[in-house]
């Protein structure tokens, strides 16, 4: 179908298989294709419809207790079910992997240490102390990824200076830049629009000396350069994107930033016109949604605000999959305490640069 939308990007048209190409008539092809018949039938049920159970892994639980720990209430009873969710899903070795049968992960890993300790599980248990040697032996808290560092940083457990500069400026780009957002998928532009939101205000709750997670860090944390390494290669598309956020973090540091207040505004526009009534959630995605209502917060919008109500029902219907079964979520949010003036303030006040 034919469309005029400024923001449709023309892709060239897919050019013809030219390798060598396999038929039903290759002896492995076709029992595998035969094996995965059968094993469709064996689930049929009787009046033609399949049904699958939907497994996750620990993060999802991890990722919402660490979110009611920066928020500032925990509901007990909703905790203890995730934390068994998590306990139940440890392997062996100690860690917890990201996919049915796979090794010890260490962003899983991470994640789920730190949301047992946040929950009131001993370091000195045995489990724990079997999750942290493996943690430790795939590299601690230095080789996790940005989305996991953000979230040790929004609790005071990562410095935001090694995290990845998101200018919020990025939104006001027009559609004729050799950048802007919608050159990104929809799931990449709904995780960035509210991480430039947070980045700008960097809303952290500092927690009390035995939640914290110093012991992560094999080489400790005093006077440890966290930045990303660079090849040693010079020339190369990492090393180029790594120096380009240098000069975001050296120009972050001058004061006079004249498009900020403008671009803080048109990314709380963008993001609300995805998260109000009739909204399944921020493009449909668990951590966009997730960022959206820490961004929602970081913004100054109270919990009955209709808006933050809109992208609140959807992350806390986000489904926690334990022994039982299924169990739907519903978050009882209020305003921490802790987090800067910055959230309190008038909506001018907010966005002032």
Not at 111 to 131: C, I, T, V
């Amino acid at each position: 179908m034919a469309t005029n939308s400024p923001n449709l990007i023309s892709l060239p048209s897919a050019r013809p298989e030219t390798g060598i190409s396999y038929t039903a008539n290759d002896s492995q092809i076709a029992s595998a294709i035969f094996q995965a018949q059968e094993n469709l039938l064996r689930q049929q049920k009787p009046d033609g419809h399949w049904c699958g159970e939907l497994f996750v892994d620990s993060t999802l639980c991890s990722d919402y207790v660490l979110y009611l720990h920066w928020l500032g209430e925990v509901d007990r009873d909703l905790q203890e079910r995730c934390t068994q969710h998590i306990l139940q899903r440890q392997l062996p070795d100690g860690g917890w992997n990201i996919y049915f049968g796979g090794p010890s992960e260490i962003n899983a890993s991470v994640k789920a240490y730190f949301a047992l300790k946040l929950a009131g599980y001993s370091a000195d248990l045995p489990f724990m102390r079997e999750a942290r040697a493996n943690i430790l032996r795939l590299g601690g808290v230095p080789r996790v990824n940005t989305f996991s560092k953000l979230y040790l940083a929004l609790l005071g457990q990562f410095p935001w200076k090694y995290l990845p500069t998101i200018p919020v400026e990025m939104i006001l780009l027009p559609t004729w830049a050799p950048f802007h957002i919608y050159k990104m998928s929809s799931w990449s532009r709904a995780m960035l629009v509210p991480l430039a939101i947070i980045n700008h205000f960097k809303p952290t709750r500092e927690l009390p000396g035995e939640k914290q997670l110093h012991e992560l860090y094999p080489l400790g944390t005093e006077h440890k350069d966290f930045r990303l390494p660079r090849d040693e290669r010079t020339f190369t598309w990492r090393n180029l994107f790594l120096r380009g956020d240098d000069a975001l973090k050296m120009l972050h540091r001058i004061p006079w930033k004249p498009f900020r207040r403008l671009a803080l505004e048109e990314a709380e526009r963008w993001m609300m016109e995805r998260i109000g009534d009739g909204s399944d959630g921020l493009a449909t995605v668990y951590p966009a949604m997730l960022n959206a209502l820490i961004a929602l917060h970081a913004l100054g919008y109270p919990n009955s605000h209709p808006h933050r109500l809109g992208g609140k029902r959807p992350t806390c219907r986000a489904p926690f999959f334990a022994e039982s079964g299924c169990m739907v979520v519903e978050q009882r949010s209020s305003n921490p305490g802790g987090l800067g003036e910055e959230q309190s303030s008038s909506r001018s006040q907010r966005l002032g640069v």
